[in-house]
């Protein structure tokens, strides 16, 4: 499956955006769809996750209450709703594809990614 990660941008703090992922190649409704980020000089980290079905969604707590992960499986997309926008949010956002759940929050456990898209939030 091929993915593409779209919606990045320049928002002040406090604001909000929408990154969606867009996907090809095969039945979506298949994966597993994960959102990570990584800022310059640190380790690529877990922001969401969100099941085949969209029943079942994991936020890091970092994001708890402020970001919402969500899915249209008609439409081959998935969505990160990101608010309340804080400067430490700033970073490369990726969409990641997974046959497993097992461990959503690892890197390792995916098997797609997209290219990223850049996020910035300024203080």
């Known amino acids: 499956v091929q993915l593409q990660a779209s919606g990045g941008g320049l928002v002040q703090a406090g604001g909000s955006l929408r990154l969606s992922c867009a996907a090809s190649?095969?039945?979506?409704?298949?994966?597993?769809v994960g959102w990570f980020r990584q800022a310059p000089g640190k380790e690529r980290e877990f922001v969401a996750a969100?099941?085949?079905?969209?029943?079942?969604?994991n936020l890091a707590e970092s994001v708890k209450g402020r970001f919402t992960i969500s899915r249209d499986n008609a439409k081959n997309t998935a969505y990160l709703q990101m608010n309340s926008l804080k400067s430490e949010d700033t970073a490369v956002y990726y969409c990641?594809?997974?046959?497993?759940?097992?461990?959503?929050?690892?890197?390792?456990?995916?098997?797609?990614w997209g290219q990223g898209t850049q996020v910035t939030v300024s203080s």
């Open positions: 990641a594809a997974a046959t497993s759940s097992e461990s959503y929050y690892s890197t390792n456990n995916y098997d797609y």
């Open positions: 190649g095969r039945t979506f409704s298949l994966y597993v």
């Open positions: 969100i099941r085949r079905s969209g029943s079942s969604t």
